[in-house]
Nanobody, 111 residues
Framework: QVQLVESGGGLVQPGGSLRLSCAAS????????MGWYRQAPGKGREFVAISGYLGTTLYSDSAKGRFTISRDNATNTLYLQSNSLKQEESATYYCQVLLYWGQGTQVTGPS
């Protein structure tokens, strides 16, 4: 059974950085796409970035240039990095693989 466990959330200080991790287990992940989504209170879940199994990456317009998605297939871990998080990007960030979702990790941007 596939399990996804996100970590790394918390309060991001002005000028601070964010690095989220998603530990995946239950199968091989080197042959599937892996992605990050986020959901702010009262809003729908929105796409942030995806890491393709062939090495490609795709970002939402808002994430492009400010977020970096990466993966380590040796450890089945997906990452999301940002060095310029905005306050309005405070949300629960979710990892997604195939039809599976993690439980999410809460991120609060700088006020």
């Amino acid at each position: 059974q596939v399990q996804l466990v996100e970590s790394g959330g918390g309060l991001v200080q002005p000028g601070g950085s964010l690095r989220l991790s998603c530990a995946a287990s239950g199968r091989t992940f080197s042959d599937v796409n892996m992605g990050w989504y986020r959901q702010a209170p009262g809003k729908g879940r929105e796409f942030v970035a995806i890491s393709g199994y062939l090495g490609t990456t795709l970002y939402s317009d808002s994430a492009k240039g400010r977020f970096t998605i990466s993966r380590d297939n040796a450890t089945n871990t997906l990452y999301l990095q940002s060095n310029s998080l905005k306050q309005e990007e405070s949300a629960t960030y979710y990892c997604q693989v195939l039809l599976y979702w993690g439980q999410g990790t809460q991120v609060t941007g700088p006020s």
